[in-house]
């Protein structure tokens, strides 16, 4: 990933640095700012490949510089905060984020969702045709899903709900972002449509429907699924 450019906005300047020499060390290329204003000037120079932001910055949130890049761009961005609260983390992934990290962080854990996060940026036109993920196989232009090499009978909604989720893989996704993207707009707040489908997805693609491999409860936010292929 020697060519990928990481663009860094943080106003601590010791995670600053450490984040500097960490990517100088893994040999990815980046550029770093500290505030808001400077960042979105950053961002349209140099066209960055992936993010790494911090909600406190001094001249407003971080939120809004993602909301702002957003409308604009699809890469991965990557939340580094202080912030723990859940509040916090869903506005944050609501916002456009695609993953959260909270401080004080693993190195090793903040590559390996940067390698997830730039993997997984693949545009729609690029999409294989088949994604596999463990012993579980989708065919989009067929629309069909493989459990074990045998063909699951889902509803369109289970269809619509596990391809969401193949989709994005490794991601926390939020009870509202899969709603709005699974059912539509109007529909963010139904919580219980959610929680049964995914109920019902489970016992079709779990070995324990209680103990799940693949659909991770992220409390209080709403899931991970998670693909280790």
């Known amino acids: 990933m020697k060519n990928y450019l990481i663009q860094i906005v943080e106003d601590d300047p010791s995670v600053k640095k450490l984040l500097e020499i960490t990517f100088k060390e893994y040999e990815f290329n980046h550029v770093s700012c500290e505030n808001k204003k400077n960042a979105m000037m950053m961002f349209l120079s140099y066209s960055p490949n992936l993010l790494i932001v911090d909600l406190g910055l001094p001249d407003g949130d971080g939120k809004e510089f993602i909301k702002q890049v957003r409308e604009i761009s699809k890469l991965p961005i990557v939340v580094l905060s202080a912030r723990h609260d859940e509040k916090e983390i869903v506005a944050a992934l609501d916002a456009g984020a695609d993953d959260y990290i909270t401080k004080p962080f693993s190195v090793n854990e903040l590559l390996a969702r940067i390698r997830a996060n730039l993997r997984r940026n693949i545009s729609h036109e690029d999409l294989c045709s088949k994604i596999i993920c463990g012993e579980l196989e989708m065919d989009i232009a067929s629309?069909?899903?493989?459990?074990?090499?045998?063909?699951?009978?889902?509803?369109?909604?289970?269809?619509?709900?596990?391809?969401?989720?193949?989709?994005?893989?490794?991601?926390?996704?939020?009870?509202?972002?899969?709603?709005?993207?699974?059912?539509?707009?109007?529909?963010?707040?139904?919580?219980?449509?959610?929680?049964?489908?995914?109920?019902?997805?489970?016992?079709?693609?779990?070995?324990?429907?209680?103990?799940?491999?693949?659909?991770?409860?992220?409390?209080?936010i709403g899931y991970r699924f998670c693909c280790n292929n």
């Open 143 to 220: 629309r069909d899903i493989f459990y074990k090499s045998e063909q699951l009978k889902l509803t369109p909604i289970e269809y619509e709900l596990l391809k969401y989720f193949l989709l994005n893989p490794n991601k926390t996704l939020t009870h509202k972002q899969i709603l709005k993207e699974v059912w539509g707009i109007g529909y963010q707040n139904e919580m219980q449509y959610l929680r049964t489908y995914v109920n019902t997805l489970r016992k079709k693609i779990e070995q324990n429907s209680t103990r799940p491999n693949y659909i991770k409860t992220e409390s209080g």
